[in-house]
């Protein structure tokens, strides 16, 4: 989240934000709360389980520690200590890289074991969730690389936040109704947050700053780029080569698996 004191100013139509605003660490809490209200309506359904591989704990530790470095940093930019911000800033740019390879195992053991949620074909599965972390850690990447410059800073870093809430509204949205586009479903969940604050923009100072627009193409993109790559020669290709000589190669990777049986 931004430091919000000595910003570099890049866009005189949109008003400075002040230190002390609230708005992004309300955001952030709204939008961990939304990860949590996810993933426990999963567990409380009995959709998941804490006797799962060694792998599927260490992903679920490395993204719910990413949220609450997210609401610890939104608080720290907003009511300090900044020093503590910016240390603990340089901990999540490590943080991330741990994600996406804690998320890769996962994924392709997923595919390589047939176990793609019945939702999504699982050539698709396998290349939208690195897409979808790639288009994150670009966004959180850019916020970093612009630090000095609050305005970008803080919008870039709900953007990315953003983008990883998808997974969190796929376990409250229903999933199955929304075959064959329930990935872009809940993309359109994520979209929700750089909605609000580009209503807030707009509210506040009448114009939108560009960084929502970054992050909304950037969300967009992903989604529109993973579709077209599965239903490609390059998405077959990636599939057969990640699932050959697992169970998954049995499952054809554009063909939706079958609903798990009734408890």
Avoid at 152 to 163: E, N, T
Avoid at 177 to 186: D, M, N
Wanted: a positive charge; charged letters at 10%.
């Amino acid at each position: 989240m931004a430091t919000l004191a000595g910003s570099m100013r890049t866009d005189p139509d949109v008003q400075a934000e002040p230190r002390g605003d609230t708005f992004y660490a309300k955001l952030a809490i709204i939008m961990a709360l939304t990860v949590v209200a996810g993933f426990s309506l999963q567990l409380a359904m009995g959709r998941s389980t804490f006797a799962s591989p060694l792998r599927v704990h260490v992903h679920a530790v490395l993204f719910m520690g990413w949220v609450a470095i997210f609401v610890l940093q939104s608080q720290f930019a907003t009511r300090g200590p900044i020093a503590l911000h910016r240390k603990l800033g340089w901990l999540a740019v490590g943080w991330m890289f741990a994600m996406l390879a804690a998320a890769m195992v996962v994924i392709v053991a997923m595919a390589r074991n047939g176990t793609v949620p019945f939702f999504f074909t699982p050539q698709h599965f396998l290349i939208a969730d690195p897409l979808t972390l790639l288009g994150f850690m670009g966004l959180t990447g850019a916020a970093v690389v612009l630090r000095r410059d609050t305005e970008w800073h803080a919008r870039l870093h709900i953007s990315g936040m953003a983008i990883l809430t998808g997974p969190a509204f796929g376990r409250i949205i229903p999933m199955p109704l929304l075959i064959p586009y329930a990935f872009e479903a809940a993309g359109v969940g994520s979209a929700l947050f750089l909605v609000a604050g580009i209503v807030r923009d707009k509210r506040r100072s009448g114009a939108v700053h560009p960084a929502w627009w970054v992050g909304l193409a950037t969300l967009v993109g992903t989604l529109v780029l993973a579709r077209l790559l599965a239903d490609s020669a390059i998405g077959d290709a990636i599939y057969q080569a990640v699932v050959a000589g697992y169970p998954g190669q049995a499952i054809a990777g554009m063909a939706y698996p079958a609903p798990p049986p009734p408890p």
